[in-house]
Nanobody, 124 residues
């Protein structure tokens, strides 16, 4: 069982930055993959970014590529999402998720563990 707790959300102006953190506890192994997803009001949840804890492979949604960076501190079992050049359309609840292994179709595969989410609001 893996527990995930997100933090770092808030209100920021367009063009600003935020860093989200996801603290993981429980049975985390180096084979795991961690991901960030988001859900805006009235929209479906969408993939944002993912990282492999073993090899550092990363994958980003086209909408955030070049603006967001996913990283990990394995010693602290923490995953980060650095968000720069934020846009109003980035406004959403952001969720951290974990799955037991990396996959080539990481953007669409199922993640087994989820955090409670943290709100990010970008004002224009």
């Amino acid at each position: 069982q893996v527990q995930l707790v997100e933090s770092g959300g808030g209100l920021v102006q367009a063009g600003g930055s935020l860093r989200l953190s996801c603290a993981a506890s429980g049975r985390i192994f180096s084979s795991y993959a961690m991901g960030w997803f988001r859900q805006a009001p009235g929209k479906e949840r969408e993939f944002v970014a993912a990282i492999s804890l073993s090899g550092g492979a990363r994958y980003y949604a086209d909408s955030v590529k070049g603006r967001f960076t996913i990283s990990t501190n394995n010693a602290k079992n923490t995953v980060y999402l650095q968000m720069d050049s934020l846009k109003p359309e980035d406004t959403a609840v952001y969720y951290c998720a974990a799955r037991s292994s990396w996959a080539t179709n990481i953007r669409t595969v199922a993640f087994g563990s989820w955090g409670q989410g943290t709100q990010v609001t970008v004002s224009s």
